[in-house]
């Protein structure tokens, strides 16, 4: 884990519950390079507007076929969107060791010097064994749903209570049922989580289109409790 830049990790037990969105709010605000180590098609990379079918080379896939002795080049945001390392759909066939993962990591926040945020791929495959191990937190959030809330408490029960994670309640809507605010509360207590920030059910939030951060200036009426709410996130996380 390195003292000079953070990495943090946004992680999940299954997709489709908003990780990629909170990646790449939480690297927006932060000011954080985005490092997208997802390799499905709809994640951190082809909302940021990078298409791998249309490129040549991959700075990812290029750096981890030298061996971890080439330092990839991030792409500029130009003030409107993170900092991107796009991710690629081969990730996940030549995916690193966690070690090595965490080790690059490492290795490329303080070559650029930069902070980092890594969209992981769900589940604890090894590069986002790695991400995780590299942190200092990991921002898990979760659904008030069955399948969810299943998920999250793999991914809990995978990793123990070594791990720094924070959960981060997701899409919430109106009044949360006592059986899944029990279940959390469980989940939490036992596997020492803690529960830092809600964020709202804005349904119009799968239906952009636009690729610039929802945080970025001007932020319309709408998206202002969302970017205060990612805030509140962004401002937990620093405090670890």
Known sequence: MSDEYRIDAVAAGKG????????????????????DLDWDKGGATRAWGYRTEDRVRSPLIE????????????????????DLLAGHEDFGLIQPTPEKMADLLETWAKAWGRDIVVDTHPGGVPSTMGAMAASRSILVPSLFEKKPMEGLEGLLEQLGTTYPMLII????KGVVPDNYMQWL???????????????????????????????????????EDFVSQVAAVVEEMKKR
């Open 185 to 223: 509360t469980r989940l939490s207590r036992d596997y020492q989580a803690p529960v830092i920030q809600y964020i709202e059910d804005f349904t119009w939030i799968p239906r952009r289109t636009l690729l610039r951060a929802i945080s970025s200036e001007p932020i319309p009426k709408r998206a």
């Open 169 to 172: 309640p997701n899409r919430v």
């Open 63 to 82: 750096a981890l076929e030298s061996g971890g002795k080439k330092i990839p080049r991030f792409m500029d945001g130009k003030g409107s969107r993170p």
């Open 16 to 35: 489709g519950v908003g990780k990629t969105t909170l990646a790449y709010e939480v690297a927006y605000q932060t000011g954080a390079v985005l490092v």
